[in-house]
């Protein structure tokens, strides 16, 4: 086991309320339904685990992104307490008020059984701010402090760490199992290892792939970044393909890093160029020391899909983030779908980080395939560039 926190499990819960911060920041639709309940679903284990134990359960998250100045209807918590009754069938409460007389009455009024969900935390400016009487007042709702928001835990925000300064403060079951899971992958992997790494920039996924070079055995490169490192490889030219020549050093330095210590790092051999990102009238296959001044890398090319799914058949621990191609666009998905399908088919622990990347896994519909996704995307990231989350540092140690 790689947590190392204090969990519900570990705390007498029988007869006390518990302040839980969860991650309830789901996708509505204009008329205020949950058009994704992953989110809601992801915190039910705790939430059942605490009822089921004589705790009385108050809620809080955020949703969205609201200016802070009090209350926006279309970013209410509402809908998210109304899926929850739903998907459970436990009678849930919902209070339009966070940090008022009207939230702490309704605080009061929690029985061990019940469950209510406050509104939006981030209504309040003050929150985002770790404010300490922000901490203070939302401490005073719980006799426990319990985080399972695994998706804000990376923020230092009132919400998240601010009542483990008052109240014991313990993990739930989801924050428990993503920290587990995404910190094993470096200090106890089932070998061979092999990451997959694609996405749009080198930029923002140095401190990714800097971290996996310490753990993998093998590195698969994909998507935008790939033509950075076929510069740093010396080739002439990437056409118009996303570059970014500030990083082609850098990228030099990390294919020299793995060299040392006999990591293999897989780059493309070929690619799915097009004219142009907006129109696609010409999309032909090159290889990858031969793009054309005026063609753009847009996808894998077949030979380079076939080299990888190799690469990933015989793996035994598989970490994924971020897509091959564009994949958003049909013509460009076919190298994250054939890499997809590898890790689905592969006999390993396959684990998946990032917005984009769990996007392409559900729009090709092998979610129920894949070990673990990750509902964190900042979060996941965070984990796996080797930093520590403030959420989580902030509970009792176990
Ligand atoms: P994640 O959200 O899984 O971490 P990223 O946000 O890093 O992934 O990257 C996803 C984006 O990368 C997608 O929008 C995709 O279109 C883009 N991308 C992939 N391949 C290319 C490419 N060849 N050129 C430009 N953008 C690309
Ligand atoms: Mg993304």
């Given amino acids: 086991m790689a947590f190392t926190k204090k969990t519900v499990r570990d705390v007498d819960v029988e007869g006390k309320r518990i302040i ?13 339904n949950v058009t994704d309940d992953t989110r809601v679903r992801a915190a039910i284990p705790t939430i059942k685990y605490l009822k089921e ?3 009385g359960i108050v809620l809080m998250s955020h949703l969205g992104r609201p200016k802070g100045d009090g209350f926006e209807p279309e970013l209410s918590l509402k809908p998210a307490a109304e899926k929850l009754a739903e998907l459970t069938g436990y009678e849930v409460k919902f209070v339009d008020d966070t940090y008022g007389d009207k939230a702490a009455e309704a605080v ?10 406050l509104e939006n935390v981030r209504f309040l400016k003050a929150e985002k701010k770790n404010d300490p ?25 009132g919400s998240v760490v601010g009542p483990a300064a008052h109240i014991p403060a313990v993990a739930g079951f989801l924050l428990e199992k993503e920290v587990d899971t995404l910190t094993s992958i470096f200090s106890e992997p089932e070998r061979p290892f092999v ?30 970044m790939a ?3 076929f510069l740093a490889k010396g080739y002439k030219t990437v056409g118009t393909s996303l570059k970014e020549e500030d990083w082609v050093e850098r990228a030099a330095e990390m294919l020299k890093k793995a060299e040392d210590k006999g990591v293999k790092i897989l780059l493309p051999v070929d690619n799915v160029v097009t004219d142009d990102f907006a129109e696609n009238n010409v999309i032909e296959t090159v290889p990858s020391d031969q793009i054309p001044e005026d063609r753009m890398g847009m996808d894998i090319g077949p030979k380079t899909e076939a080299l990888y799914a ?15 191609g564009v994949f958003e666009k049909d013509a460009f998905a076919h190298g994250t779908e054939v890499v997809a399908r590898a890790v689905a ?7 998946i980080g990032g917005g984009d990347s769990v996007a392409a896994i559900n729009k090709f519909g092998l979610a129920d395939k894949m070990s673990w996704i990750s509902t964190g995307g900042g979060a996941s990231m965070e984990l796996v560039e080797g930093k520590a989350l403030p959420g989580v540092e902030a509970l009792l140690d176990a």
């Fill in 227 to 229: 033509y950075t490192f």
């Fill in 345 to 351: 088919d592969s006999d390993c622990t396959s684990i």
């Fill in 53 to 55: 134990h004589g705790a």
């Fill in 195 to 224: 990451a997959i790494v694609g996405g749009s920039k080198v930029s923002s996924k140095i401190g990714v792939l800097d971290h996996l070079i310490d753990a993998a055995d093998t590195i698969i490169i994909g998507g935008g």
């Fill in 108 to 117: 009061a009024a929690v029985k061990p059984g019940d469950i209510l969900v």
């Fill in 20 to 32: 839980m911060r969860v991650d309830f920041n789901v996708p509505l639709d204009e008329n205020q």
């Fill in 310 to 324: 190799e690469a990933i058949k015989g793996a035994k621990t598989v970490f994924w983030n971020g897509p091959m």
């Fill in 133 to 157: 009487e922000v901490a203070k007042k939302l401490a005073s709702y719980g006799d426990i402090f319990v985080l399972d928001a695994f998706g804000t835990a990376h923020r230092a925000q």
